[in-house]
């Protein structure tokens, strides 16, 4: 393969380049995980699941399912060295399996592009909101101007599918650059500084003298409220959220140097994932009952609730425009990490400049965004299985096909790979070697399977 030096007694490197330090890998991991789905997705599958058990299934998804899962995209990734498709072949025949597990790095490409041309859509509209901000649009607005606002907004599929086309050129481009001059530089500022402004914006919910009822939302469980298809949501949430299960902690892992460690840089990454999942809700929760709004009502919750704070505060047209544009830039090192996989595919098996390929992978989920841009508006009408064409793509890619590759991917991990190998990439056999070992080989993909049970009503219900 050109490009890649694998030579014996050789570590491989990467054709794309490698993170300049630890930092700059953590940073960008970091980038693709918290984006749309802790700001945007978090609080309202939450609200529509009934709060507090759900954040419960949630948290014990994230630490029994995917850290593990996490570790070994990341193990894997580094040892491959490759694209996702390739390097799963590549290690299937290495371990003495087959190269067939390249359906699984497929599928994963597979699941990025249709992640990302919805998830665009929703950039776009956060876009929108920066620029509604910052020409004081929701100044002093109450509920029902605000509800108006974007209802109207997202019934103009010119409108939507404008913001859709600005938010990807901004992600072809980066793409285009490369791993370091693109990714890296983007990530750097933003996480800091959308923690800080989430600092602020949590002072004034907790002003808002409905802090306690928010709190009691999130972390009161009732599992009476905990059918199986929230339970299926609640680790699709946590795949989503997490950005495994499709390859881009796979890909960012084939950049990253032999010794950083990878525990360590999960555990940074899976814990600054979760904080910031949980501070959106309770930025978000108090804000909604204390104005009267409805938990429930769906991925136009942080759409409704945030501007009508900030047109409510001091200086609320600079923090609403802050707040917008770091969502979009959240929102866009998140979007990188989606196109990635597919794009050192592209240049890797077709031969093409990493420039033309962001273009043509770009262009194609740009093209198949546009079922969901049509979904708030013109085809809204249109449902089948579980809504719209975006509910359906949310859906299928979330929480089947990220939790049917992370099943995959620790039995790889777990089973296929041996134990020297996977000990190497993880600095030895030790005891949290062990401890991941067994998370890898038994309690993931048997959690896993389990949810998928209880989601199609083969379990019993829990209470
Ligand atoms: N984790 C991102 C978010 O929470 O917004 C979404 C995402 C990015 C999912 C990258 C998957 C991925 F590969």
Known sequence: MPGIQAGEGEKRRSL???WSSRMAFILAVTGSAVGLGNIWKFPYVAGQNGGGAFVLVYLVCVLL?????????ILIGRRGRRNPIATMALLGEEEGSSPRW????????????????YYSVIAGWTLAYAFKSVSGSFAGAGPAEISAHF?????????????????????????????ERGLERAVRFMVPALLVLMLALLGYSIN?????????????PDFGKLTGDSVLAAMGQAFFS??????????????????TSIMGTSAAVVTADTLIAILAGLMIFPLVLANGLDPAEGPGLVFHTLPLAFGQMTGGVLFATLFFVLLSFAAWTSAIGLMEPAVAWVVEHRHRSRAEAAMIIGVLIWA????????????????????????NFDHLTSNIMLPLSGVFIAIFAGWIMCRNSTA????????????WRMLARFVAPVGILLVFLKAIGLLPELS
Do not use: Q
Not at 65 to 73: C, F, K, Q
Not at 166 to 174: A, G, N, P
Not at 368 to 391: A, Q
């Open 16 to 18: 794309h380049g490698h």
């Open 424 to 435: 190497e990439e993880l600095g030895g056999a030790g005891r949290l070697y062990r401890l």
């Open 208 to 220: 808002s003298g409905f802090f306690g009822e928010g709190l009691a939302f999130m972390f009161t």
């Open 65 to 73: 399912i995917g850290m593990p899962v996490m570790m070994s995209e």
């Open 102 to 117: 390249r359906l699984i790095g497929g599928m994963g490409v597979l699941a990025g592009i249709l992640i990302l041309s």
């Open 368 to 391: 198949l965004g546009f079922g969901s841009v049509l979904s708030f508006n013109v085809l809204s009408d249109i449902t089948f299985i579980k809504g719209t064409i975006f509910d």
């Open 242 to 259: 997490l950005s495994i299960g499709m390859g881009a902690i796979m890909a960012y892992g084939a950049y990253l140097p032999e010794e």
């Open 151 to 179: 209802a109207e907004f997202v019934s103009s599929w010119e409108l939507v599918g404008l913001c859709h086309t600005l938010f990807m050129s901004l992600t072809i481009l980066v793409v285009a650059r490369g791993v």
